[in-house]
């Protein structure tokens, strides 16, 4: 006799699945994210991170909420095309500021 699938719902609400951070136990990706992170000073950090399959240099602001650091909309995430390009401008970029500072 064939099983019924389980409606969206159903399957949703029993699933094992990794459905959010509350049922994660200590994550090797914390990890990792606090190994790829830098911070700045002043609540603004650079963090390494990997979305949709690419890896983006992040240089963001973060707010405090309720004692937790959330990423603010203060920020911008570079490419690694953007980072290499941004990486061989930086002793322009240095110079620059040391003449007009």
């Not at 994660?24 to 609540?43: F, I, V």
């Not at 004692?67 to 603010?72: A, H, I, S, T, W």
């Not at 390009?85 to 930086?90: E, G």
Request: overall charge positive.
């Amino acid at each position: 006799m064939p099983k019924n699938k389980p409606s969206k719902k159903d399957r949703s609400e029993s699933s094992d699945s990794d459905s959010g951070p509350e049922d994660r136990g200590p994550a090797k990706k914390q990890k990792t994210e606090e190994e790829n992170s830098w911070d700045l000073g002043k609540n603004r950090f650079v963090k390494l991170s990997e979305f949709k399959g690419k890896w983006y240099v992040n240089i963001r602001e973060f707010y405090d909420s309720g004692g937790e650091l959330k990423p603010g909309k203060k920020g911008i995430m570079l490419t690694m095309e953007q980072w290499q390009k941004f990486k061989s401008v930086m002793s322009d970029i240095d110079e620059a500021v040391k003449r007009n500072v």
